[in-house]
């Protein structure tokens, strides 16, 4: 007979605390909105701790208030319960992997469908059929001079000066080598451009990090061949066949690629004044959209499989003492400026600037840090 107890049982917390948290957290929800999110597999699900007189008590596993914190301020920026539900595993709560796993395979699948439907309507509407592989291709060319042409809120940096013909051109191979997952034998030319349209050089190529040179190096043509590992396909297939084991030494590198990453090219910007030093700007916006985990995840496990641990155990192990920098430059906030000015009065002007830049970015939150760490 379950104890009489409920505070001897367990010391999670009840409804009454999660909508307390909620309330806490900035989110105004109900017992309703609670169900939703244990059917679908947001927060755990509650058992029975004892009984109150007659009536059963009921208490979730310890820490689900902090979960349900994390979750609602991952829907101030997503609905979508898939993507919620990796987010969540990211930030450490207890999400299955064959849970976390399911909700890329789901994702990555609608994602591909999306890209042969848009295919398959552009051949339409150019009056070619679909299934023949020149309509495809001629579809690909003119989805790719849609898209370079766009401007504004655009899935496609402009970075820098590149001719329309040769910004489309290089869309249409992005098109095939990423969406499509197509080994290309691309010209060193096509990949440079990509480089260009993409906003990674020519600065990536140029601008050295502490003095370790630039990190961009190798034929421009080679991005090509990595299809095998970052074509849509090529993630699709690592999600399938990925481990709990895959899915779990994936984790740390991916927090530190989504979170610390970002962190560090903003970082970067504000100390050198141009935000897309080393080529960094795109990587720079990467925490502000989740859906980029989609992709990153699935990467992570490809490359692991493919060897490279050392090479992404060094960059996990050297993007760790970001967060501790930005620590350092919120710390800077809290003294008094008279004392901030009086430490800088003697610094060279270029100090001087520099440590304004990064004051002001500071002020701005382009050092925060994502959720729950």
């Not at 007189?53 to 349900?68: E, N, S």
């Not at 979750?71 to 990211?90: G, Q, S, Y």
């Not at 430059?329 to 008094?336: D, F, K, T, V, Y």
Request: glycine share 8%; hydrophobic share 45%.
């Amino acid at each position: 007979m379950p104890n009489q107890d409920p505070a001897a049982q367990s010391h999670g917390p009840d409804g009454a605390a999660l909508l307390k948290a909620a309330a806490q957290a900035g989110g105004v929800i109900g017992d309703r909105m609670l169900e939703t999110f244990r059917a679908q597999g947001l927060i755990p699900r509650p058992s029975r701790a004892g009984y109150r007189g007659r009536a059963p008590v009921w208490r979730y596993p310890p820490g689900t208030d902090r979960q349900l914190a994390a979750l609602l301020r991952w829907r101030e920026r997503t609905k979508d319960p898939d993507l919620l539900k990796i987010l969540l595993w990211l930030d450490g709560f207890a999400i299955p992997p064959a849970a976390v796993r399911a909700a890329l395979s789901r994702q990555l699948s609608a994602l591909a469908a999306i890209v042969e439907r848009e295919i398959s309507q552009q051949a339409l509407r150019l009056g070619l059929d679909p299934s023949r592989d020149d309509a495809r291709s001629q579809a690909i060319d003119a989805m790719a001079r849609t898209i370079a042409a766009r401007r504004g809120a655009t899935p496609v940096p402009r970075r820098g000066r590149v001719r329309a013909d040769e910004r489309a051109r290089a869309v249409a191979l992005m098109v095939r080598t990423f969406g499509l997952g197509e080994t290309l034998e691309g010209t060193a030319e096509e990949g440079a451009a990509v480089e260009r349209v993409l906003g990674i050089a020519p600065n990536g190529r140029r601008h050295t990090i502490v003095g370790a040179g630039p990190w961009l190096t190798g034929p421009a043509e080679d991005l090509f061949g990595a299809a095998s590992i970052v074509g849509l396909p090529s993630l699709l297939h690592a999600v399938a066949d990925a481990s709990e084991t895959d899915l779990t030494a994936a984790r740390q590198t991916v927090v530190a690629l989504f979170r610390h990453l970002p962190l560090m090219a903003r970082m970067l910007g504000a100390v050198s004044g141009n935000d897309n030093f080393a080529g960094f700007a795109v990587l720079g916006q990467l925490d502000q959209h989740p859906e980029t985990v989609l992709f990153i995840v699935p990467m992570v496990i490809a490359m692991l499989k493919a060897g490279w641990q050392e090479n992404l155990d060094a960059i996990t192990s050297a993007l760790r003492l970001v967060p501790e920098l930005a620590g350092k430059a919120h710390r800077i906030l809290e003294m008094p400026a008279a004392e901030v000015g009086a430490n800088l009065a003697s610094q060279p002007a270029e100090t001087r600037e520099s440590a304004q830049r990064i004051i002001a970015a500071a002020i701005e939150g382009h050092f925060d840090i994502g959720t729950s760490e």
